[in-house]
């Protein structure tokens, strides 16, 4: 197994800051945020030749393009909004050598066949493209029952795992491992601890997230994808810098693995 961080831990910084942390940290790679605000990747194909080959300069992989397309606005023809994202964030995922696109369910309770409808769709997309696509166990489908339900409409869903998801929805990672196993190909791995119904991130292992446990079941599993420290500092300001937090992670990562 290899690690990586999300950018979600430097919305303050450029990308080339980013991919500069990364490999002073040591490392493995790096995941990136796509997003219509730019920060750090914008959803658009072709991206400037230079851009290009400023990623390339930093000889670091990106594993996944983390992007916010919701399979359940997959619907329509080939002109609507989603449809045009969808394209454009396979396209750029290959054309920066990510190996794999992060999506959401979107809608899933309301339409789960609209989910899988997306999903396939995206798919024979990415399919020219060698670009994996995986859904984040995230919102709806950090419930196992939903995944569950997910899985028993297809079974051939992949999917970026997160523990710490599962478990703010009262779910476990043992139970949502069994559903999973042999379907993660990306995982997000973070701590945290509850409190009035609100989530505060930790340090690793001071928190309610088996991080032992789940690396020991992905590597029993055969995993060797990537491990991705996920800070969410995007989303919440006033976590500590990532420069503090990442090497906590990174070194306590690599003596579980």
Same mark, same amino acid.
């Given at each position: =197994? &290899?690690?990586?961080?999300?950018?979600?831990? !430097?919305?303050?910084?450029?990308?080339?800051?980013?991919?500069?942390?990364?490999?002073? =940290?040591?490392?493995d790679? %790096?995941?990136?945020?796509?997003?219509?605000?730019?920060i750090?990747?914008?959803?658009?194909?072709?991206?400037?030749?230079?851009?290009?080959?400023f990623?390339?300069? !930093?000889?670091?992989?990106?594993? %996944?393009?983390?992007?916010?397309?919701?399979?359940?606005?997959?619907?329509?023809?080939?002109?609507?909004?989603?449809?045009?994202?969808?394209n454009?964030?396979?396209?750029?995922?290959?054309?920066?050598?990510?190996?794999?696109?992060?999506?959401?369910?979107?809608?899933?309770? @309301?339409?789960?066949?609209?989910?899988?409808?997306? !999903?396939?769709?995206?798919?024979?997309?990415?399919?020219?493209?060698d670009?994996?696509? =995986?859904?984040?166990?995230?919102?709806?489908?950090?419930?196992?029952?939903?995944?569950?339900?997910?899985?028993?409409?297809? /079974?051939?869903?992949?999917?970026? #795992?997160?523990p710490?998801?599962?478990?703010l929805?009262?779910?476990?990672?043992?139970?949502?491992?069994?559903?999973?196993?042999?379907?993660?190909?990306?995982?997000?791995?973070? /701590?945290?601890?509850?409190?009035?119904?609100?989530?505060?991130?930790?340090?690793?292992?001071?928190?309610?997230?088996?991080?032992?446990?789940?690396v020991?079941?992905? @590597?029993?599993?055969? #995993?060797?994808?990537?491990?991705?420290?996920?800070?969410?500092?995007?989303?919440?300001?006033?976590?500590?810098?990532? +420069?503090?937090?990442?090497?906590? #992670?990174? +070194? !306590?990562? &690599?003596?579980?693995?």
């Amino acid at each position: =197994m &290899r690690l990586c961080f999300t950018s979600l831990a !430097y919305p303050e910084l450029a990308l080339a800051e980013v991919l500069e942390r990364a490999v002073i =940290m040591g490392f493995d790679g %790096v995941e990136l945020r796509v997003a219509e605000d730019g920060i750090h990747l914008s959803p658009v194909s072709p991206i400037p030749r230079q851009q290009i080959e400023f990623l390339e300069s !930093y000889n670091l992989p990106v594993p %996944v393009l983390s992007s916010y397309l919701r399979l359940s606005e997959m619907q329509g023809g080939d002109r609507t909004p989603a449809a045009s994202l969808a394209n454009n964030l396979v396209k750029l995922a290959a054309e920066i050598g990510a190996s794999g696109l992060r999506v959401y369910g979107g809608e899933f309770p @309301k339409s789960p066949e609209r989910v899988i409808n997306g !999903y396939k769709r995206l798919v024979r997309i990415a399919e020219d493209y060698d670009v994996k696509i =995986m859904i984040e166990t995230h919102d709806h489908l950090a419930e196992t029952s939903n995944i569950a339900k997910l899985l028993g409409l297809s /079974d051939e869903p992949i999917f970026l #795992y997160d523990p710490a998801n599962i478990i703010l929805a009262g779910g476990s990672h043992g139970e949502a491992f069994k559903l999973l196993k042999g379907r993660i190909w990306h995982v997000h791995l973070k /701590d945290f601890v509850a409190s009035e119904g609100r989530r505060f991130f930790t340090p690793p292992g001071e928190g309610v997230v088996p991080l032992p446990e789940i690396v020991s079941d992905l @590597k029993q599993s055969g #995993y060797v994808g990537y491990l991705s420290v996920e800070w969410e500092r995007f989303w919440h300001r006033d976590l500590v810098s990532g +420069d503090i937090i990442l090497p906590l #992670y990174r +070194d !306590y990562l &690599r003596r579980l693995i």
